[in-house]
């Protein structure tokens, strides 16, 4: 399995990527998803740039943040229907609701988290190609690092919605998101069940049970 840390590193990119700056006007729907990510980076690493120091003492403002700034812009529906699989056909409606406000919260702590891990590393896009037929589309970046390490691939899958372009899945250095946590999710519910995993994902994310 590729280095953890390498993963949770490349998130903190991901976060910038996706959340619009404070003063940021709302992105239209029309706008294709390369310009959504390329826009937005310039904006995220003057943010934190000049915020670290506040989220870094007050967590609770950095998940507000998070979650008001970067949800809007990923499928959590779509993604928490394919982390689950078949275990998605087989869960009551109540199981799904919850499991997927527990995903949404786990990744909004996840990326706020790696946030403040960021140390200046540089975005380079691949060109951008899109069917204009297709709902479904590929942004391909890759994260330059600065202390001399293997650059990281880091792409985004986006489905295009009545709301504008959302992400439903992210691979960071080849490996999937979406797949990476339906592996580990997999085997936890065949061992336990579902609902023991979504009370272990309450704890984690410090939900009341």
Do not use: C
């Amino acid at each position: 399995m590729r280095s953890m840390r390498r993963y949770v590193g490349a998130l903190a990119l991901l976060g910038f990527l996706l959340m619009p700056m404070w003063v940021a006007a709302a992105i239209a729907p029309s706008t294709p998803p390369n310009i959504i990510v390329q826009q937005k980076t310039n904006q995220i690493l003057h943010l934190i740039e000049t915020k670290h120091a506040t989220y870094e003492h007050d967590k609770a403002a950095l998940y507000a943040m998070v979650d008001q700034r970067i949800v809007p812009y990923f499928d959590f529906h779509r993604m928490s229907r394919w982390v689950l699989a078949l275990n998605w056909r087989t869960a009551t409606p109540a199981q799904r609701a919850a499991f997927t406000t527990q995903f949404r919260d786990l990744l909004v702590r996840t990326y706020a988290t790696a946030l403040l891990s960021y140390s200046g590393q540089r975005i380079s896009y691949l060109p951008y190609r899109h069917d204009p037929h297709s709902r479904h589309a590929v942004v391909k970046s890759v994260i330059v690092q600065n202390d001399g390490s293997a650059n990281i691939p880091l792409d985004y899958m986006f489905v295009q919605k009545k709301a504008g372009w959302k992400v439903y899945d992210v691979t960071i250095d080849g490996v999937s998101l979406v797949t990476n946590y339906r592996s580990v999710y997999g085997h936890k519910i065949r061992e336990h069940g579902l609902n023991a995993l979504i009370a272990d994902m309450k704890r984690a994310n410090g939900t009341p049970p």
